[in-house]
């Protein structure tokens, strides 16, 4: 990276008053916060991951787009974030439970994440449409009709996340008490709390045993075509490869689904453009995902070198988290008028670059089918609380909405 032109030259650790990252995303209205940062620092932020602990967050379309194409200048591998390498960071921290490094391809770059990556293209590719949509349909017939016949739900726990948690359960082979503690211990490593390191200790200790048992044996599912792809070289990259697809998959499709549930049930304009076809269920999801990315913040990438983004002199070693939710409402590439968003593709939603989603298929099925299935029968279903008072989950890498508490008339 060059330095060219006016740099503003700003340590990290030099701003008093850094906004930390989780109340940005748990913010009722985070556009307005990410404004007046823009306005402030320009397109490169000062936040903190947790008090004391710095990180520039990119919120210009073009800044996000460098830093996530960019490998050769900014790493995933969290072993090169200078905090870590000096040991600033506390060894039971929510921050290193979240981005201590692991072996998969999320924390690799170059060859390796390529090789690490090829086991987890293969397996999604070989994955059946139709059995997704069998298993994804007959959990949501089944879900829908127990709450409809009970007369209320939260259509978060109930809907938004049973149904994902059963169809990962189908497709990596888990049983469905093992996905749900999945479930439990992927929220407490978002949290940002005390409970985030333990979590993680859990989830790993979970994931050996899994693995160790699919490997004894083998059946028809997503681990046991990670385990016998040859690029592996072990079972520690195997379960780093499930517990990948697990949260990733999670958090992506809970949040996605929450969301696009919160839409329809508290919008009723966006709901009328539904029903009367002027918007396709497709186009539906996409906007969902542009206005309010499931995860509005990726994970940091760590400057491999002294250079410059978005004006901004960063250091070697400092991390730079991708602000997506930031940059789909960047007015460089975001159009006035909302009717010109309609199949707009610029958002960085599911990233861009070598680490975009693999999942690009598997994925919006699963949200389609999800989302159909409420929609058949919204109508039917009304919000016991206002709009205004649904609050979304408090965490720096994930917004969807805690709860969604309805009736069934």
Not at 61 to 83: C, G, I, P, Q, T
Not at 205 to 224: C, H, I, K, N, Q
Not at 273 to 296: K, M, Q, S, T, W
Request: hydrophobic share 50%; charged share 25%; aromatic share 4%.
């Amino acid at each position: 990276m060059s330095l060219t032109g006016a740099v503003r030259v700003v340590r990290l650790e030099d701003v008093a008053d850094r906004p930390l990252l989780a109340d940005l995303a748990g913010a009722a209205d985070p556009a307005a916060h990410y404004e007046a940062l823009r306005s402030r620092w320009g397109a490169l932020a000062p936040v903190d991951l947790e008090p004391g602990v710095p990180a520039w967050l990119a919120l210009g379309h073009a800044e996000v787009s460098a830093v996530l194409r960019n490998e050769a200048m900014f790493s995933r591998d969290s072993r090169h974030w200078r905090y870590a390498a000096e040991r600033l960071v506390g060894r039971r921290s929510a921050t290193r439970a979240v981005l201590e490094q692991h072996d998969s391809a999320h924390d690799r770059d170059g060859a390796e994440h390529r090789r690490l990556r090829t086991p987890l293209a293969d397996a999604l590719d070989a994955v059946e449409d139709k059995r997704v949509r069998r298993t994804t349909e007959v959990a949501c017939a089944s879900v829908l009709d127990r709450l409809a016949a009970r007369g209320t739900a939260d259509m978060v726990a109930e809907y938004a996340v049973d149904v994902p948690v059963r169809v990962l359960a189908d497709l990596l082979g888990m049983t469905l008490a093992d996905a749900r503690r999945m479930h439990e211990l992927t929220v407490a490593r978002r949290s940002g709390t005390d409970d985030a390191y333990p979590a993680a200790v859990e989830a790993e200790d979970l994931l050996a045993g899994f693995v160790a048992a699919r490997r004894a044996e083998p059946s028809d599912d997503l681990t046991s075509a990670l385990l016998a792809h040859p690029a592996h070289a072990n079972d520690l990259e195997v379960m780093g490869a499930v517990d990948l697809v697990f949260a990733t998959a999670h958090d992506a499709e809970i949040a996605w689904i929450a969301t696009a549930l919160q839409r329809l049930l508290a919008d009723p304009g966006f709901a009328a453009r539904l029903h009367g076809g002027r918007l396709a269920l497709d186009d539906a999801l996409d906007e969902v995902a542009r206005d309010a990315p499931p995860l509005p913040h990726l994970r940091p990438r760590y400057a491999l070198a002294d250079g410059e983004l978005g004006g901004q002199a960063i250091a070697a070693g400092d991390a730079v988290v991708p602000a997506v939710a930031a940059a789909n409402a960047d007015g460089a590439v975001r159009a006035a008028d909302p009717w010109e968003q309609v199949d707009a593709r610029f958002h960085l939603t599911w990233g861009t670059g070598a680490h975009a989603c693999p999942a690009h298929r598997t994925a919006p099925l699963i949200t389609r089918t999800v989302v159909g299935h409420f929609l058949a029968r919204v109508a039917d279903i009304e919000l016991t609380v206002a709009p205004a008072d649904v609050a979304p989950v408090r965490s720096a890498w994930v917004r969807y909405p805690r709860e969604l508490p309805v009736r069934f008339r």
